[in-house]
Nanobody
Framework: QVHLVESGGGSVQAGGSLRLSCVASVAHGYTGSDACMGWFRQPPEKEREGVAISNARSGSEYYAASVQGRFIVSRDMAEHTVFLQMNSLKLEDSAVYYC??????????????????WGRGAQVTVSS
């Protein structure tokens, strides 16, 4: 199994920055289960949506159009950690941010339905 724990959420004013971290604890025998790892978010009363994904197998990253150019996803493979650097934050970025992982990235990298492992979420609140 893979256990994910997010950290780094909080409150920030619009235009500011936050950095989220997610550490994966990978059980023996599940090596590679976190190869596809990244971030989703769920604003109040809305569907969960993909934000940014890192594919360790290809070295590629994928971003939602709404965050392209503002957010950066990165990995520390040795520490089984994925980061999300969020810059130029907007009011509409407020949401619970979830870390997710899968052994392989799905064809639609930002579709939450194909991710097997999830963290409990971290609240990000952007105020004016």
């Amino acid at each position: 199994q893979v256990h994910l724990v997010e950290s780094g959420g909080g409150s920030v004013q619009a235009g500011g920055s936050l950095r989220l971290s997610c550490v994966a604890s990978v059980a023996h025998g599940y090596t590679g289960s976190d190869a596809c790892m990244g971030w989703f978010r769920q604003p109040p009363e809305k569907e969960r949506e993909g934000v940014a994904i890192s594919n360790a197998r290809s070295g590629s990253e994928y971003y939602a159009a709404s965050v392209q150019g503002r957010f950066i996803v990165s990995r520390d493979m040795a520490e089984h950690t994925v980061f999300l650097q969020m810059n130029s934050l907007k009011l509409e970025d407020s949401a619970v941010y979830y870390c997710a992982a899968a052994p392989f990235c799905p064809d639609d990298k930002l579709d939450p339905r194909d991710y097997r492992y999830w963290g409990r979420g971290a609240q990000v609140t952007v105020s004016s």
